[in-house]
């Protein structure tokens, strides 16, 4: 590999802030935030959401059915 152009490959904490999670993976994600986790000292990077909260991994999806659009045109309008 060429010196100097790829970035910094680096372990980084990531924290899901909605389900209150913490996990380790390798990054190349730039950030200035640090924190300790199980001992150690880690770059800090904070999610809104994450696999531990996504509904589509958690297995809590709702899916919606959706009217048509001439239905939905017609309830705006009150039309019957």
Excluded at 25 to 41: L, P, Q, V, W, Y
Excluded at 59 to 78: D, T, Y
């Amino acid at each position: 590999m060429k010196p100097g152009i790829h970035p910094e490959y680096r372990d980084v904490l990531f924290h899901d802030t909605s389900s209150d999670s913490y996990f380790v993976i390798g990054s190349t994600a730039n950030t200035t935030d640090t924190a300790e986790f199980e001992g150690k000292t880690y770059p800090y990077i904070t999610l809104d959401i994450s696999s531990e909260s996504h509904p589509f991994y958690t297995g809590k999806q709702h899916i919606n059915k959706s009217e048509g659009r001439l239905a939905k045109f017609n309830k705006r309008f009150n039309r019957k």
